[in-house]
């Protein structure tokens, strides 16, 4: 048997060098002529790689490459990041918004948040069950019939599942709802439309909650819902050809495959064990798209797994995420169960966001009622919601909606324009799907690396990380204001 001995820290002492060592950070705009290298040196503590990812995902940044390592009790990480149109990080409001929101004044860059619409100053819905067409539609006409106007709103499916957080407020004083009968009344309202099409005994919730600074960053938090609902029980193998071999790819419900086909751009983890270091590494092989590293690290974290090194890189439209990782007590990832389950979670956090269907952008007057009203439109043209996010910028409202045909034919021209003529405002039909490999990337890999980067990536931190690492390390520097 391996014992790991691990030295206790006191929590005080950890806060202490957190102050005594504030995370530094470095805009490096020299060094690559296509991406901005992020640099971030800091006292490491359990979750402050998921606070770093969260702040540039927050920004909107997209990472194509990083390399990490917080062994130790420091951490050192270095992120190739670009803004949404591929271009350099330049503009100083958001360096000055990375620099604050890494550092130890955090607080602040809570404040800031400029790219999201989510609130802090509301009550919020937290919504799980089974998915059906028209149930975002039912769920808004009961809020809009109770008087609670809906400030913001996020919703996720996955797996014929589905978790939405909803931001509502009192439509008398705009004030959160606080009243117990009224909360009660509330909820016993969204229970009855989440209980209306399941099936006896099946998994669901309502729970309404109020808000408060520091409270559990939105998508995380939607990813713990779905958690919890077992969405991850369904994933699905790619199918791959089988090979049972010691070395094997876990895929869906625990299926092996050793090869991957090169058209395959299905979800591929990997766990091996490093008997020499005690680590587990974990390799996480999936089609690119915006906010993955996000969705991994937050899916390792909340698992309670630390990620000690790390390497990321994407080519094409292929992503591979390598993890070196250890459970928070220590030990490596021991039972084939234990990484039966990481497996099956790694592989529903990198899908939920993987949008099938029409992508409509939609801006207009923001009015009481309109989410409901936005829904019922979807649901009388026969149009289901696969991913929804909404919410209020001054007087307009701000939305983004993928939908498909409740048939599961294509979209048609016709009734796109039905739906733009009844909502008003702005619909913009941004794609028409994200289900094919060709247009679900948005990161870029660094083109003066890409000659680095085989056929099928693989890193290894022996030789890799650490000459990286050593590289850049002396070059950390203040951002210059």
């Known amino acids: 048997m391996d014992i790991t001995y691990q030295p206790y820290?006191?929590?005080?002492?950890?806060?202490?060098?957190?102050?005594i060592h504030p995370p530094r950070v470095c805009i490096d705009n020299?060094?690559?002529?296509?991406?901005?290298l992020v640099k971030v040196d800091s006292a490491n503590k359990h979750g402050m790689l998921l606070e770093i990812v969260q702040v540039l995902t927050d920004l909107d940044l997209v990472i194509s490459k990083s390399y990490i390592s917080s062994d130790g009790g420091w951490l050192m990480d270095v992120f190739h990041a670009t803004d949404q149109l591929g271009n350099k990080i330049t503009d100083e409001s958001l360096i000055q918004n990375i620099q604050e929101g890494i550092c130890a004044s955090r607080r602040a860059y809570r404040e800031i948040r400029p790219s999201t619409l989510m609130s802090i100053e509301n009550t919020a819905l937290e919504i799980t069950g089974m998915d059906r067409p028209g149930l975002m539609s039912e769920m808004s006409a009961v809020l809009a019939e109770l008087g609670c106007r809906i400030?913001?709103?996020?919703?996720?499916?996955?797996?014929?599942?589905?978790?939405?957080?909803?931001?509502?407020?009192?439509?008398?004083?705009?004030?959160?709802?606080?009243?117990?009968?009224r909360v009660a009344q509330v909820q016993a309202q969204l229970e009855n439309v989440v209980e209306a099409h399941h099936y006896d005994n099946e998994r669901r919730s309502v729970r309404l909650t109020a808000t408060a600074p520091g409270q559990t960053h939105t998508e995380r938090r939607l990813h713990q819902l779905m958690v919890a609902d077992g969405d991850y029980e369904m994933c699905s193998c790619c199918g791959s050809d089988c090979d049972n071999d010691d070395d094997v790819y876990y895929i869906g419900h625990g299926s092996r495959y050793k090869t991957q086909k090169k058209e395959c751009y299905g979800t591929h983890v990997k766990i091996e064990k490093c008997?020499?270091?005690?680590?587990?590494?974990?390799?996480v092989r999936s089609r690119d798209r915006p906010k993955l590293l996000f969705d991994t690290v937050c899916t390792l974290t909340d698992m309670q797994y630390v990620v000690f090194h790390a390497a990321i890189s994407s080519k094409e439209s292929i992503a591979v995420q390598e993890y070196y990782v250890r459970h928070r007590s220590g030990r490596p990832l021991d039972s084939e169960d234990e990484k039966?389950?990481?497996?099956?979670?790694?592989?529903?956090?990198?899908e939920r966001r993987i949008s099938h269907g029409l992508k409509?952008?939609?801006?207009?007057?923001?009015?009481?009622?309109?989410?409901?009203?936005?829904?019922?439109?979807f649901r009388e043209n026969g149009l289901s919601?696969?991913?929804?996010?909404?919410?209020?910028?001054?007087?307009?409202?701000?939305?983004t909606f993928y939908v498909k045909d409740t048939s599961g034919q294509n979209v048609d021209p016709e009734t796109i324009e039905t739906v733009r003529r009844e909502i008003g405002g702005t619909v913009v039909v941004v794609n028409k799907s994200l289900s094919s490999p060709s247009q679900a990337t948005t990161?870029?890999?660094?083109?003066?690396?890409?000659?680095e980067i085989q056929e099928r990536p693989r890193f290894s931190l022996g030789s890799l990380l650490w000459s990286h690492l050593e590289r850049i390390s002396s070059n950390f520097r203040p951002i210059k204001s």
Request: hydrophobic letters at 30%; a negative charge; proline letters at 4%.
């Open 443 to 451: 990161s870029r890999t660094s083109r003066s690396n890409s000659r």
């Open 385 to 399: 919601i696969t991913r929804a996010e909404i919410g209020t910028r001054g007087e307009r409202a701000v939305g």
């Open 360 to 377: 409509l952008d939609i801006r207009t007057e923001n009015r009481i009622g309109l989410l409901s009203d936005i829904t019922r439109v």
């Open 9 to 19: 820290i006191d929590p005080d002492f950890e806060v202490l060098i957190e102050r």
């Open 275 to 283: 008997n020499e270091t005690g680590y587990s590494i974990v390799t």
């Open 151 to 181: 400030s913001a709103a996020i919703a996720w499916t996955h797996n014929s599942r589905a978790a939405c957080i909803i931001y509502v407020e009192d439509d008398s004083n705009g004030e959160p709802i606080t009243d117990p009968c």
């Open 340 to 350: 039966h389950l990481v497996t099956q979670c790694l592989i529903a956090a990198t």
């Open 30 to 36: 020299d060094t690559y002529p296509d991406c901005t």
